[in-house]
């Protein structure tokens, strides 16, 4: 591989404060969030080398990341939207363990949303795309917290439940690349500078 992956997670919603799962809702930055995603920008002018390949998550806290931090989006690629999480969206942690003593997305199924197969396969799709395209260019992928936390656990061959380990926050940044062929991360979740 002769280029590196760049993974930003949009910016600050509403939603994302006060802990409510986001999946199919399509809700706006914060005030807050687009100014993460603008020095967010920042911090990516300073790792890139060269041009890249931008895709992008078509909802709308994606898009608008990508456009405060000076990316022009090739494509809006609905295998970035985040995990289905199903009658849980909207919903936190603490109120589904309620009901579900325990729960995490890692661990439990979705009622209605995607399972971890799924989300891993769809995870899978992208990267080899994205590991086709790194022959030629840099990528960088705007999206959000829980699936680029199974991309970053993909990108490793690990079980896509091991991106419990990965931490990341809103316009986070996170480069992967290799050793001598070896995935690996490079930097995880670079806060916007």
């Known amino acids: 591989m002769d280029h590196e992956l760049f993974l930003l997670r949009h910016g600050q919603t509403e939603w994302s404060v006060n802990g409510r799962h986001t999946g199919r809702t399509d809700?706006?930055?914060?005030?807050?969030?687009?100014?993460?995603?603008?020095?967010?920008?920042?911090?990516?002018?300073?790792?890139?080398?060269g041009p890249a390949l931008v895709l992008s998550s078509p909802r709308q806290r994606a898009m608008r990341t990508?456009?405060?931090?000076?990316?022009?989006?090739?494509?809006?690629?609905?295998?970035?939207?985040?995990?289905?999480?199903?009658?849980?969206?909207?919903?936190t942690t603490p109120q589904i363990r309620q009901t579900v003593p325990g729960w995490t997305v890692w661990s439990h199924?979705?009622?209605?949303?995607?399972?971890?197969?799924?989300v891993s396969a769809r995870a899978d799709k992208l990267l080899d795309r994205v590991r086709a395209?790194?022959?030629?260019?840099?990528?960088i992928l705007i999206g959000h917290g829980h699936f680029s936390r199974v991309l970053i656990a993909r990108w490793l061959g690990l079980p896509a439940t091991a991106g419990v380990?990965?931490?990341?926050?809103?316009?986070?940044?996170?480069?992967?690349?290799?050793?001598?062929?070896?995935p690996k991360i490079e930097n995880l979740n670079i806060p916007p500078s």
């Not at 931090?69 to 009658?87: I, R, S």
């Not at 380990?165 to 070896?182: C, I, M, N, Q």
């Open 165 to 182: 380990h990965f931490g990341l926050d809103p316009a986070g940044v996170t480069v992967l690349g290799d050793e001598r062929g070896v």
């Open 27 to 49: 809700i706006p930055l914060t005030l807050a969030g687009e100014n993460q995603a603008r020095a967010a920008g920042m911090t990516l002018c300073t790792l890139r080398k």
């Open 133 to 139: 395209a790194l022959a030629e260019t840099e990528v």
């Open 66 to 91: 990508a456009d405060l931090a000076g990316l022009v989006v090739d494509e809006a690629v609905e295998d970035l939207a985040e995990w289905d999480y199903g009658d849980y969206e909207g919903v």
């Open 109 to 118: 199924p979705m009622p209605g949303g995607e399972t971890v197969d799924q």
